[in-house]
């Protein structure tokens, strides 16, 4: 069984991960906004890893909704 102090670990690192795509995302609007000639490659990475933020979001709330406090 996991404790309420792993729990709250867990509703941290979720909020983490929340407010880093948060970031991703604000970056890509950035890169849109910018018309570099090199805007679709970059758009592509930030979208692979706004990808990869968001599976491990999921996982983690997957879970979180796992864990029953004793």
């Known amino acids: 069984m996991t404790d309420i102090g792993?729990?709250?670990n867990s509703s941290a690192s979720m909020k983490h991960r929340i407010?880093?795509?948060?970031?991703?995302?604000?970056?890509?609007?950035n890169?849109?906004?910018e018309g570099a000639e090199d805007a679709p490659l970059a758009f592509f990475e930030v979208c692979e890893?706004?990808?990869?933020?968001?599976?491990?979001?999921?996982?983690?709330t997957f879970l979180a909704v796992q864990v029953k406090p004793n």
């Open 49 to 60: 890893e706004a990808q990869l933020q968001v599976m491990q979001l999921m996982r983690a």
């Open 19 to 29: 407010r880093q795509l948060g970031e991703l995302i604000q970056e890509m609007e």
């Open 31 to 33: 890169i849109l906004g």
């Open 6 to 8: 792993e729990i709250k």
